[in-house]
């Protein structure tokens, strides 16, 4: 992608503001020292940002809007709502408004809708005995209140490196515990404690809902705990590790896929993946009893549909077969070409300049990053 004058001088800022960048905590944000030290490295990723800037601002041929639809939000840049774009907001708005409105009309006009009690006067629920496996469960709720804590120190740590990212006490924090693993440990965090809450307190509302304890109930949660701990202790740590390039090629199995959002290594996202198979198999043959309790049927497979919702939703993203990876160093692959111009002067309109011919560029770096 041949670059005008001044976006060749940009470029070479870029160059040496992100080398300066990674240099130290305290100009990051709590990154560790020279995260990114490698001359090669640097290029190659100030190139990536150059072209993905490119991309949001550059006009996409035959349209007045970018390759991004003018994403993220930049009126310097010209970067302002598409009509497209608020249409859609306020039809999302309507039918969002309009299906609520919808639902609750139906439950207020029809009484055979839901669940409704067949006297006058709902008669008062029966005091149930809490067996052995439901007793079992509450070490689901000590673990995910202890990892909601772990969070808010962590989260605490996050802040920290907002307002002094150099030295946490004088302590360099950033050498053992940088702000992406505490980032990174913040998220996981969360949903490693929500997820332990449901999967107890689902093994909990199972058991009142079957009104039985199936034999070997208790010792299976035992083993479910179990893996359930084994799971959360190894992902975290093999992120720090991973974070600190002590697992080598082993860090997209143990440490981090590279996936936003879903961040732990491939094989405990694998376990994690069976553990919960395993756990809504307990869940069904603690309350398949009670559902052939016509009374009881509706509630427990509004129950079991919730409950399943968990690892449907879940298990597609073991099918995203790719593995990040670093692309080959191609000599000239990553360099934007910076000699000659073929894009609009620097004082053209937004227009023009999105319209540029380095638009042959992007064939030739698009398959690159994508």
Request: charged residues 10%.
């Amino acid at each position: 992608m041949a670059l005008p004058t001044g976006a060749a001088e940009s470029f070479n800022g870029q160059l040496e503001y992100w080398t300066k960048y990674f240099g130290g905590p305290e100009k990051n944000g709590g990154l560790a020292r020279e995260t990114v030290s490698d001359p090669q490295e640097l290029r190659q990723l100030t190139a990536f940002f150059a072209w993905t800037a490119w991309g949001s601002a550059a006009t996409r041929p035959g349209t007045s809007h970018s390759y991004t639809n003018n994403f993220p939000y930049e009126p310097l840049a010209g970067n302002t709502p598409t009509p497209g774009a608020l249409l859609y907001s306020a039809l999302s708005l309507v039918f969002l408004l309009g299906g609520t409105a919808a639902v609750l009309l139906a439950f207020g006009k029809f009484d055979y809708l839901g669940w409704h009690r067949r006297g006058t006067i709902a008669a008062r629920a029966a005091a149930l005995p809490v067996s052995d496996a439901q007793r079992a469960t509450l070490k689901f709720m000590a673990i995910a209140a202890l990892l909601f804590f772990g969070q808010t120190l962590i989260g605490g740590g996050v802040a920290h490196y907002r307002a002094d990212p150099g030295s946490f006490y004088g302590i360099d924090l950033a050498q053992f515990l940088p702000s992406n693993l505490l980032r990174t440990w913040h998220l996981q965090l969360a949903i490693l404690w929500i997820a332990t809450a449901y999967v107890g307190g689902a093994l909990f509302v199972a058991g009142m809902l079957g009104r039985n304890e199936p034999a070997g109930q208790r010792s299976a949660i035992h083993v479910l705990f179990a893996a359930l701990f084994v799971v959360v202790v190894g992902s975290l740590l093999g992120e720090w590790a991973g974070l600190l390039r002590w697992l080598g090629d082993a860090w997209f199995w143990f440490g981090n896929q590279g996936w936003e959002y879903l961040e732990i290594g491939r094989f405990w996202q694998i376990l994690l993946a069976i553990g919960l198979i395993f756990w809504f198999g307990l869940l069904w043959r603690t309350v398949a009893p009670g559902w052939r309790d016509p009374e009881r049927r509706s509630l427990i497979t509004f129950f079991l549909i919730a409950a399943a919702a968990i690892p449907v939703f879940y298990l597609p993203a073991l099918f995203l077969m790719g593995r990040p990876t670093t692309p080959s160093p191609i000599p000239g692959a990553f360099g934007l070409s910076i000699s000659g111009s073929r894009a609009s002067s620097s004082s053209s309109s937004r227009s023009s300049s999105r319209s540029s011919s380095i638009s042959s560029g992007w064939w030739s770096v698009q398959p690159l990053f994508g």
